[in-house]
């Protein structure tokens, strides 16, 4: 008789873990669909193309230069490109490339 009552006793306590287990499953999923609202709504607004820009400017980084080409800078410079040239507007001038110092 004794093992009956242990055993409905762990039954129930294991249910009541389960029921907290949803409600943070449902927090989470909650976060993350208005993570993903956020996102949505910086792209249909333009912005996250300002802030992409903004990031990848090659002067905006400490030694970042913008030339035709790197090898006029001299050797302790290479080219990035992962980053990007900006003219006078603001907008990408793909005439030139971004050359950062490498070395001492």
């Known amino acids: 008789m004794k093992n009956i009552g242990k055993n409905i006793w762990k039954k129930g306590h294991g249910m009541s873990i389960k029921g907290q287990g949803m409600s943070i499953n449902v927090i989470i999923i909650a976060v993350l669909a208005l993570l993903v609202l956020v996102v949505l709504a910086f792209i249909f607004t333009g912005k996250i193309g300002k802030f992409s820009t903004t990031t990848a400017n090659c002067e905006a980084i400490s030694g970042g230069k913008c030339e035709i080409d ?3 800078l001299g050797s ?23 050359c950062v110092k490498v070395g001492g």
């Not at 302790?76 to 971004?98: F, H």
């Open 70 to 72: 790197c090898y006029y």
């Open 76 to 98: 302790n410079y290479v080219q990035d490109s992962s980053r990007v040239c900006l003219d006078n507007n603001g907008e990408v001038d793909t005439t030139e490339v971004c």
